[in-house]
């Protein structure tokens, strides 16, 4: 097997950085980059190499002439994320019409051992209740500010999605938080979910 190199070209990489820790702290890293070939780049496997050092081999999609591209680098390992959670429940309202509250707080701490600043988007979901449910959730402070995301770019929406897009500096660490509550009748039970936050 023999390969020939038949043109070569290159282009503006940007390296930005993804974590879910609702489901795993880890940080991937996604490079994202225009094609900058006059011509579709095919299908096909990629070996990609950052600073002439192998990372990994992937598989595209076709991208036409000048299209947007991303590849998944793998984990950032110099990017160290932690989720904590604490969680209370109080009874509020009058006698007749009391209310179970079940408070939740998460926090969020980001620390970036790289020598350079990391973008980083981190990815939350709140519960949302089912039409007609006698649930309510209300979200209390967040800090910072975050926006509603529901991946409709991803051809699978959720709902409930929110995300934050912050900047770590290079050894920083930065946090992150939200508070919300979720507010039952009494006489009510919480159904295929648990009452504490995960």
């Given at each position: 097997f023999h390969s020939v190199a038949l043109l070569r070209n290159s282009a503006d990489v940007d390296v930005r950085y993804i974590v879910v820790p609702r489901i795993d702290t880890n940080v991937f890293r996604i490079a994202q980059l225009l094609n900058p070939l006059e011509a579709p780049l095919l299908a096909g496997p990629v070996d990609v190499y950052v600073d002439g050092e192998y990372i990994l081999s992937a598989n595209i999609e076709t991208v036409p002439s000048k299209g947007k591209m991303e590849l998944g680098l793998g984990v950032e390992q110099a990017i160290k994320v932690a989720r904590n959670t604490s969680f209370s429940e109080a009874r509020s309202g009058e006698t007749l019409v009391a209310f179970n509250e079940?408070?939740?707080?998460?926090?969020?701490?980001?620390?970036?051992?790289?020598?350079?600043?990391?973008?980083?988007?981190?990815?939350?979901?709140?519960?949302?209740?089912?039409?007609?449910?006698?649930?309510?959730?209300?979200?209390?402070?967040?800090?910072?500010?975050?926006?509603?995301?529901?991946q409709e770019e991803r051809n699978a929406p959720i709902k409930g999605g929110y995300r934050w897009r912050v900047e770590v500096a290079a050894g920083e660490t930065k946090s992150l938080s939200v508070d919300y509550t979720v507010k039952t009748f009494v006489d009510s039970e919480l159904v295929g979910g648990n009452r504490r936050e995960d």
């Open positions: 079940l408070r939740h707080q998460i926090k969020i701490d980001i620390t970036n051992r790289m020598s350079r600043p990391a973008p980083i988007e981190v990815r939350e979901r709140l519960p949302v209740p089912e039409e007609g449910a006698k649930v309510d959730v209300e979200i209390g402070s967040v800090s910072p500010e975050w926006e509603k995301y529901e």
